[in-house]
T-cell receptor, first 113, second 115 residues
Framework: AQSVTQLGSHVSVSEGALVLLRCNYS??????LFWYVQYPNQGLQLLLK??????LVKGINGFEAEFKKSETSFHLTKPSAHMSDAAEYFC???????????FGSGTRLSIRP | DTAVSQTPKYLVTQMGNDKSIKCEQNLGHDTMYWYKQDSKKFLKIMFS???????INETVPNRFSPKSPDKAHLNLHINSLELGDSAVYFCASSQSGLAVEETQYFGPGTRLLVL
């Protein structure tokens, strides 16, 4: 069965430090992968998505993610964290249609001053 | 302009009551969804509609009944509310619901608390 696993329900980094949020997928067919962000009391917003065009995907707000088939991973990174990055981040996989997106359990990112 | 809107934003009600949540999208999309997000932030799809036709129903109790009067609206009616229905309900939409790489656009959520 297709699924995504997000390692770490909570990640805390200092402002200016590297952000690394981990996502591993399980899929028997080529997956399409997404990262969504949820700011407090808001709906989800797309950060970036992998659609097989390029393995390194750049998204909004300075985030990027690299698709690594050998590791079945799609980790999200940002070189320098801002206070405004504090939010819940969801990795998601789609493998047959847009209607069949499966979300991970989310990682809450906290930023220390 | 709000792309996907939901009303109400907050809903507090007693067990056993019936309530509805409304969703509207002005993006011209063909497919709309309802998701439930529980207290641990786990997000799970409940229903999806394409051009007013139900295409996904993910083992949701019969007490939940979606209704799509037109492709821009997808409402969620819940009968006989239970404590376990307390959650945040998100509406979303996507262009066709068919292309695997499509982005889904989410509403701000409706926070339902059943007492």
């Amino acid at each position: 069965a297709q699924s995504v696993t997000q390692l770490g329900s909570h990640v805390s980094v200092s402002e200016g430090a590297l952000v690394l949020l981990r996502c591993n997928y399980s899929s028997s067919v080529p997956p399409y992968l997404f990262w969504y962000v949820q700011y407090p009391n808001q709906g989800l917003q797309l950060l970036l998505k992998y659609t097989s065009a390029a393995t390194l995907v750049k998204g909004i707000n300075g985030f990027e993610a690299e698709f690594k088939k050998s590791e079945t991973s799609f980790h999200l990174t940002k070189p320098s964290a801002h206070m405004s990055d504090a939010a819940e981040y969801f990795c998601a996989v789609s493998y047959s249609s847009a209607s069949k997106i499966i979300f991970g359990s989310g990682t809450r990112l906290s930023i220390r001053p | 302009d709000t792309a996907v809107s939901q009303t109400p934003k907050y809903l507090v009600t007693q067990m056993g009551n019936d309530k509805s949540i409304k969703c509207e999208q002005n993006l011209g999309h063909d497919t709309m969804y309802w998701y439930k997000q529980d207290s641990k932030k786990f997000l799970k799809i409940m229903f999806s509609y394409n051009n007013k036709e139900l295409i996904i129903n993910e083992t949701v109790p019969n007490r939940f009944s979606p209704k799509s009067p037109d492709k821009a609206h997808l409402n969620l009616h819940i009968n006989s509310l239970e404590l376990g229905d307390s959650a945040v309900y998100f509406c979303a939409s996507s262009q066709s619901g068919l292309a695997v790489e499509e982005t889904q656009y989410f509403g701000p959520g409706t926070r339902l608390l059943v007492l």
